[in-house]
């Protein structure tokens, strides 16, 4: 006998912007949910930066999937890897079991892409998950203590530091990592010459913040620029290791730490699926979002291919997300397919205090102090929690009026040094 | 020809509360401090089971010692582990080199001791370094998550958790477990009878609390049973197991956790000094604090076994370190030797919700919210840091007016599933 369930199952694959948005359009709906997530939390990946630069505690951006759907009822949720699925019973395969459901909705996200270069992926810092940027808030502050123990090692490129990759993410990271040595670390670190600290970012276009217009990346530059940062852009990074970061140009970068904010594709899931898939690993969607082949399926978000009104592949941008996931959980409550269009809302980058760009719908270009407010206010309002917001709201308030950054923590576990045990 | 420093050189080994006093009373003398500890923070340990409870975040509890000092021109830290000393040189010896000194601080702490009780060591979750506060909440969170995917777990203990240890600490534990699942999960698992989780204290003597009066040891048990806490005093556990806890009447509890609030023992430090130690690992100091056969050498709070006015050994609480740190750093800058002595501030235990016991000097005694708002008074003034008490302020509140928990978080680095690699 079949499992005939009261209304449709549909299953949403990833708590990011994409698969909530989805699970809140079909609040209300004849249907039950269920979010596979493998972290229990749902990850403000926009300010992950933050976290990694000690701007942000590691809690304020992240919040608990089950909490935000303490009022839809028929939202639950599983925490579990998703590793394959059966097409022929529509069942999910998880690393611990199975799920059955009558409308998949595919929002994995997107992972690093290293293309392939020499020891970028053993090396490199991504910034995905939380846990990334804990990992880089690690390595950075460890750098200084290594260098403030050991000077010598100043000159072997310990606070030597390649990010990789000009978009918005590489111009964030880089701008927080200097107001991060300028403002704090050169009060910590007394001993140390802290001017001795590089940050080099690395982009393989002329320019930096490629989708923005050229005045918008002239204003990057010229800020990153001032901050100290040496902006290399017609450069590109061809091998690392733990110490060393070579250029195309032929450079040899002493550097032990590499950021990589170049590449992304498509979470692998789409391989394990075995769907049709388009450039950087994203799966080929309909019009309407619906998977190749299976009806009852949708990809939204950074791991779909979704196609823009000039035909262009549309960004990996949370409002692409949000805006495709609210499209494909319409598509499952109504009885007509109907094609899903984007509606850009413009797109930002923070460089620093004050420092911003801007560009809205309706040719409006913001830069410096009103880029930056229109940027923190957006960031706020968009996250989820009024909690996160909050914390968030006052340690932004915080760093501003004081020049801290409170969590420069080194986190992780005890590793006890052998005589110890 | 020898290093001749300008001013004399301490060396503070531990940045807990007796380190960071010691190191604060010398400000302004003639000394160059280094504190030197295997984390870039201090912790606020009195908070760490509020961490482990998903109340507080991480960084709520953890201040960065560079940040404590930045006003204090005399002090420098050194992130490292000590791993032993050269008496005959005056030289500390670090994991990554080596430290003189003119006179020696050690604060190094407490750690969990296990009594040889099979299987407390390997599966028992202590609770004094932050990443113990993290993996036990990881861990509780994820006995909700397992058991919600697959209920049939209930019956096998994945929701039975085992608090061992009577005193302050398993009292905290076990009443802040109870206050999470009742306030929180039970809305978070909607599917799953969170009613059939079981918190059950285990404590050897026939009363909680021990060294508290009889009224607060009955209302300390009052509270907890009322709140769901089975509690089991008389009562020892002799063999622990991943998913079974054996007690000393013959009891075998299924349960997938054990968090041991037990046993406390000094720093092993203490052995790789070749000092002698007394009870507990601690070390034997004089009257002064002075090492036996170190003149120069002072060991202070939990660390040192200092005896008091009644020739008992003092216990290992916070104001203890405080008060032997200042008496340490005024040993070394004054020219006469002068003996500690103790003043004894009372001392607290919260159970939950209004619910804590006081026992102040003069033979003041509270219990229920009296005693909760000074516990909460006390905390606050004394967390390090106008934004870590802010931040704890604000959390403090947000969870009594929600029955919140925001950090419910389960943050720790991704193991990719085996068919995604």
């Not at 990011?16 to 990946?45: C, M, S, W």
């Not at 059966?86 to 611990?96: F, R």
């Not at 910590?188 to 802290?194: G, K, Q, T, W």
Request: with cysteine; proline share 6%.
């Amino acid at each position: 006998v079949p499992d005939v369930p009261d209304v449709a199952r549909v299953v949403i694959i990833g708590a990011g912007f994409g698969g909530l948005a989805a699970a809140k359009e079909l609040d209300g709906a004849p249907v039950q949910v269920t979010i596979v997530d493998r972290h229990n939390y749902h990850t403000f990946q926009p300010l992950l930066y933050q976290v990694a630069t000690a701007g942000l505690n590691a809690a304020d951006v992240a919040y608990a999937v089950r909490g935000i759907f303490h009022k839809q009822r028929n939202v639950s949720f599983r925490q579990a890897d998703v590793t394959g699925v059966d097409w022929s019973t529509n069942t999910l395969v998880l690393d611990d079991g199975t799920l059955p459901f009558d409308h998949l909705v595919v929002a994995a996200g997107p992972t690093a892409a290293y293309f392939g270069i020499d020891g970028a992926d053993e090396h490199g810092f991504p910034l995905y998950v939380l846990t990334d940027a804990i990992a880089l808030r690690n390595h950075v502050l460890e750098r200084f203590e290594e260098a403030d123990a050991d000077p010598s090692l100043i000159d072997d490129g310990a606070l030597c530091f390649v990010v990789v990759g000009g978009g918005p993410t590489g111009v964030e990271v880089a701008g927080a990592l200097s107001e991060l040595f300028a403002m704090v670390l050169r009060k910590d670190f007394r001993m140390l010459d802290v001017s001795k600290a590089r940050i080099v970012l690395v982009e393989m276009a002329d320019v930096l913040l490629q989708p923005f217009s050229s005045p918008s990346q002239r204003h990057a530059r010229e800020r990153l620029t001032d901050m100290g940062v040496e902006v290399r852009t017609g450069e590109a990074v061809v091998r690392v290791t733990p110490t060393r970061v070579e250029l195309k140009s032929g450079e040899e970068l002493a550097s032990h730490t590499l950021v990589w904010a170049a590449g992304v594709r498509a979470n692998p899931l789409a391989d394990a699926f075995g769907v049709a898939t388009s450039r950087a690993g994203r799966i080929v969607v309909g019009p309407d979002l619906r998977i190749e082949d299976h009806d009852n399926a949708f990809a939204i978000g950074d791991i779909a291919a979704i196609t823009g009104p000039d035909g262009e592949l549309l960004p990996m941008l949370a409002p692409v997300a949000i805006q495709s996931g609210k499209h494909a959980a319409r598509e499952i409550v109504r009885p007509h397919r109907n094609p899903f269009r984007y509606r850009d809302k413009g797109t930002m980058a923070t460089i620093g205090r004050r420092a911003a760009v801007a560009e809205l719908p309706l040719h409006i270009r913001l830069s410096g102090t009103p880029a930056w407010m229109a940027w923190l206010g957006l960031h706020l309002v968009t996250l989820a929690g009024f909690r996160n917001r909050l914390s968030v709201f006052l340690n932004w308030a915080w760093n501003y009026l004081t020049w801290d950054r409170g969590p420069r923590l080194i986190i992780k576990p005890d590793q006890p040094s052998p005589p110890r045990e």
